[in-house]
């Protein structure tokens, strides 16, 4: 047993609160890694904020990571220790029919458990204060140690810079992903990213790396426009600059509509504006935030009648998890950024202030 620090949330709506947490070892097919670096994302804040209705508590949040394995159960074979690995939330086992079809990353295999916030063989191997501590997302990178499947890493380059490289972990391959492989998006076409976060600013780079000829960058937040067009944004607008819905203005303004458009916010309002600012015929609008739970998409179905499509991505759509390592070459061969994502780096126990930075949009 490991015996390190770890931010363990309590309860819902409370600070994270940095304690000694017990990391039991790996069992049979598990893999205990050495958390070098994490980032924090919305989805975190989400469960802690109690939305989440998978949310359990007390747990270890964290899916944003990376790290060197420590030691490895009974059976692996995929990794050893001295692996430098990205956890992954969605793992690919490769086995179930999900894995064995090109056309989703969403492997089942571990699902039912994962969203327990248990390990596969349903206990978990964090222990606080003599209490058991919930897993989160499979991966708990909120934690210097942390069990994660075997199913659940991808093993990259020991070179890797990790305190860059974690954010392949989840924003930056999900809004990569949801550009280049679930909207397929097309050289010279128009495109619509609303929501320019870390997750928005990773399709536009993907848009702009699939030939996009005009991305117009859209948020409330005119501090993240030169960031925007830094990534390939082309154009930045505020919604509140208009007298009319945005997405009148965008269809206006782009002769018609756009042909590709991105939700990356999680706001049920802001996804039906992105459906109805794609072009008539062909359009194709991709939901890439997670609205809170219970709430439910509207429009009228004559915008779908009419030929557009809507569409949803999660860890950058298709059979992409094993596209971490697509993703890494990518990056080191300079063809996408990463290190210009971070805009902050603090030390482990002023987690609570990143989340802070993350809500004011900084």
């Not at 989160?136 to 020991?158: L, P, Q």
Request: net charge neutral.
């Amino acid at each position: 047993v490991i015996k390190c620090k770890a931010a363990v949330a309590w309860e819902a709506g409370k600070p994270l609160s940095l304690e000694e947490v017990e990391v039991a070892p790996p069992k049979a097919h598990e893999v205990r890694i050495k958390i070098v670096a994490t980032a924090v994302c919305h989805t975190d804040a989400y469960t802690l904020s109690g939305a989440d209705p998978e949310g359990c508590f007390p747990v270890i949040l964290g899916h944003e990571g990376a790290g060197i394995v420590e030691s490895v159960g009974e059976g692996v074979t995929k990794v050893k220790p001295g692996d430098t690995v990205i956890p992954l939330y969605i793992p690919q086992c490769g086995e179930c029919k999900f894995c064995k079809n090109p056309k989703t990353n969403l492997c089942q295999k571990i699902r039912v458990t994962q969203g327990k916030g248990l390990m596969p063989d349903g206990t978990s191997r964090f222990t606080c204060k003599g209490k058991q501590i919930y897993h989160f997302m499979g991966t708990s990178t909120f934690s210097e140690y942390t069990v994660v499947a075997d199913i659940s890493v991808a093993k990259i380059d020991a070179a890797a810079p990790l305190d860059k490289v974690c954010l392949l972990g989840c924003g930056i391959s999900t809004g990569y992903g949801a550009a280049v492989n679930t909207a397929e998006v097309e050289p010279g076409s128009t495109c619509a990213v609303f929501g320019l976060g870390g997750v928005g600013l990773a399709v536009i780079m993907g848009c702009k790396i699939a030939g996009a000829s005009r991305i117009i960058g859209i948020d409330l937040n005119k501090d993240k426009y030169a960031k925007a067009k830094e990534f390939g944004a082309t154009e930045c607008i505020s919604p509140q600059d208009f007298k009319k819905p945005i997405q009148e203005v965008l269809v206006e303004m782009t002769d018609g509509g756009v042909d590709y458009s991105f939700e990356c916010i999680g706001n049920v309002g802001v996804m039906r504006a992105a459906l109805e600012a794609c072009h008539k015929g062909w359009g194709v609008s991709v939901i890439v935030g997670v609205a809170a739970a219970g709430q439910e998409i509207s429009t009228r179905p004559f915008q779908l009648v009419t030929g557009r499509t809507w569409k949803g991505t999660a860890f950058g759509g298709k059979s992409f998890g094993m596209g971490i390592k697509i993703i890494y070459s990518d990056y080191m061969s300079k063809k996408i950024k990463v290190d210009e994502f971070v805009t902050h780096t603090l030390p482990f126990d002023k987690i609570n202030e990143a989340f802070e930075l993350m809500h004011t949009g900084k």
